[in-house]
């Protein structure tokens, strides 16, 4: 504790940590949270939570939310989605231990190899992010107005540029100018998966080929990966997206962008790529196909 | 679902889907639960009481159900061979028998 001074504190975060009974990843989620409040956080408890939601409503309205998952299962995450909550930050506690070594077991008793590592996740849980990594870099090169083609099927209208993005049949687009390219997901998608509430960005100055994860998104309904269109090295992130989800929802193909790649190999990734023209065809004929498998036409 | 194609290839002539290592699988079924695909099945009364039934739904280069999964049964094709499997077919089609 000799440098609890210098460590950023918790005073404005929100923690919805797993409950923590159902093993050992569940119980290191339930204790950070307690760190964390000892830093100053509030808690949500996630069963007294969904029994009375109202009791958390001024927390949750002035904080950050921060979830804490004990496994994949992410009951927190879904439950934080389920509310339409907004993250600003999670954590998965059997990646983050995997990522350090440790493998976190099915008896729910904290061990010490886990509890170990406890300090270190607190540190990654309130590490302040520095304004540069995630600063979108050489945004005069998307400046342009962007011109849109609609369609509808049914109450449904979908928005495609109208030029100068490409696209890939996971329906994300590259706005490509000046050897970068901007990345997101499509009108398509946001309508589809609905309410956008968290952004995990990959780390600025990944490399990232065609069709690799470049980002995740989850929203009220799923959860969903960005499909990169091209290969590059991430330059930047989206911080407006990071910090309000729901831009993607409002506005997917300009300022709802996620990542920024500087483009290695765009000429070959072309090649495998629908420009705006073809994806608007391409899209009326998938929309049109759901619809009927969904309403029977 | 068998006319369906992927970038311009036979859906099913790309061998993208979710293998279950059932060494590890505990049949918690959110793999399932989360896939709107209906890739999986249920086979409440067999040993395997989960399957990978309909490859073919399974959007490819997707790995969403994966990250689902706490005991990491979950293994996906390589996605690079799989790209340039993609690409061969894609010149294939294209340049017909030649």
Redesign the interface.
């Known amino acids: 504790m000799t440098d609890k001074d210098t460590r950023p504190d918790a005073a404005d975060v929100v923690v919805l940590p797993c409950s923590g009974l159902d093993k050992e990843a569940g119980s290191a989620s339930r204790e950070l949270a307690l760190r964390l409040q000892e830093r100053g956080a509030a808690l949500v408890c996630p069963v007294l939570y969904q029994r009375s939601p109202k009791r958390y409503e001024k927390p949750l309205s002035s904080g950050r939310l921060v979830v804490i998952d004990g496994?994949?299962?992410?009951c927190a995450s879904k439950l934080a989605a389920e509310r339409g909550l907004k993250l600003t930050d999670r954590l998965n506690v059997?990646e983050a231990a995997r990522s350090r070594g440790v493998k976190p077991g099915k008896d729910p008793h904290l061990g010490a190899a886990l509890e170990e590592l406890l300090p270190s996740m607190v540190d990654e849980l309130l590490e302040v992010r520095a304004p540069e990594d995630r600063a979108a870099a050489a945004s005069e090169l998307f400046a342009a107005p962007v011109e849109y083609r609609e369609f509808g099927v049914d109450k449904f209208v979908f928005r495609v540029p109208v030029a100068g993005y490409f696209f890939?049949?996971?329906d994300c687009w590259a706005r490509v100018a000046g050897g970068r390219a901007r990345v997101g997901v499509s009108d398509y998608v946001q309508q589809s998966a609905s309410d956008m509430v968290f952004f995990e960005p990959p780390a600025v100055g990944a490399e990232v080929?065609?069709?690799?994860?470049v980002g995740?998104l989850e929203t009220t309904k799923?959860?969903?990966?960005i499909?990169s269109p091209v290969s590059g090295k991430v330059v930047a992130v989206n911080a407006e997206v990071v910090e309000a989800p729901e831009l993607i929802n409002q506005d997917p193909y300009e300022r709802g962008w996620a990542v920024e790649l500087e483009l290695t190999d765009f000429d070959s990734d072309r090649?495998?790529l629908m420009d705006s023209a073809a994806y608007f065809e391409y899209l009326q004929g998938k929309a049109a196909r759901e619809h009927e498998e969904l309403y029977g036409g | 679902m068998s006319d369906q194609t992927f970038m311009g290839v036979p859906r099913k002539d790309i061998p993208w889907c979710p293998e279950i290592d059932y060494s590890k699988c505990d049949f918690c079924m959110e793999c399932d639960e989360f896939c709107p695909h209906g890739v999986f099945e249920r086979r409440d009364d067999e040993e395997r009481k989960l399957v990978v039934a309909h490859p073919e739904n399974c959007v490819v280069f997707c790995r969403a159900c994966g990250k689902t999964c706490d005991p990491d049964a979950l293994t996906f094709p390589d996605k690079k061979e799989t790209t340039e499997l993609i690409k061969r077919l894609r010149e294939e089609e294209a340049g017909g028998d030649g």
């Not at chain 1, 496994?71 to 992410?74: A, M």
């Not at chain 1, 080929?209 to 994860?213: G, H, L, P, T, V």
């Open positions: 496994c994949k299962t992410g059997s890939n049949e996971n080929s065609i069709f690799d994860e995740s799923t959860a969903l990966d499909i090649e495998l």
